[in-house]
């Protein structure tokens, strides 16, 4: 689902998230750049993409999910086929006893909850609404294996260095890794990824080749 400037527009001021002056220099802005206001507003800093989100779930009566902050697992997106979510533009956040999670763009999207709830019976389906961006982003959950995407490129591209490692920025980028690891050995080259959780550091090995 998509807001255009209009509706932004109305629900940022009807939140009181920015003023009319705010919205009237925004939408100065928008025109003479042919951009949007959002633009606009977060250059300025006069609103973060967060609380845009918080109005548009307000909005649209649905709770908020920042997909930034909840990091859901790959075991729980994974349990929604990737079909079905890409066609409803919603991910599978959390799972318990009786209740499943979903986050997307689109919670008003009719016959999204029914095809969640064939998944997941018996189960309370609960959706909240996530920024597109976000959603759209941890749609990288159902890339192929890199070891797939690596072998392909072997087999067809004319530019094998630059292909590769764009597959491996990518993945450190997906799961937010600060740090990349290329240990030459003998006979192989272990790719990790790096990532600081506090004091400690976890390290993952993503592929061998």
């Known amino acids: ?3 255009d400037d209009k509706k932004i527009k109305m629900v940022l001021l009807d939140g009181n998230y920015v003023s009319e002056e705010d919205i009237q220099e925004a939408e100065k802005f928008a025109k003479s750049t042919q951009s949007s206001i959002i633009e606009y507003l977060l250059n300025q800093q006069l609103i973060t993409s967060n609380l845009i989100g ?13 997909l930034n902050a909840q990091h859901p697992d790959h075991k729980t997106i994974m349990k929604l086929p990737e079909g079905i979510a890409r066609k409803y533009r ?8 009786k ?3 979903i986050a997307t763009d689109d919670p008003l999207r009719k016959g999204m909850k029914e095809e969640v709830q064939k998944l997941f019976k018996g189960k309370k389906v609960v959706t909240g609404y996530a920024l597109s961006d976000d959603v759209e982003k941890l749609f990288a959950h159902y890339r192929r294996k890199l070891d797939i ?3 392909k490129i072997f087999e067809t591209s004319s530019r094998i260095a630059p292909d590769l490692m764009n597959e491996i920025f990518e993945d450190a980028v997906i799961n937010t890794a600060s740090d990349i690891h290329l240990e030459p050995h003998k006979e192989e080259v ?12 976890k390290t ?4 061998t080749f």
Do not use: C, T, W
């Open 204 to 207: 993952i090995k993503i592929q």
């Open 190 to 201: 272990v790719v990790r990824l790096l990532f600081q959780l506090g004091s400690k550091r």
């Open 149 to 151: 995407r690596f072998n």
């Open 90 to 97: 919603m991910l599978a956040v959390k799972e318990s006893e």
């Open 54 to 66: 918080q109005a548009i779930a307000e909005s649209l009566d649905v709770p908020y999910i920042d």
């Open 1 to 3: 689902m998509k807001l």
């Open 99 to 101: 209740e499943v999670h």
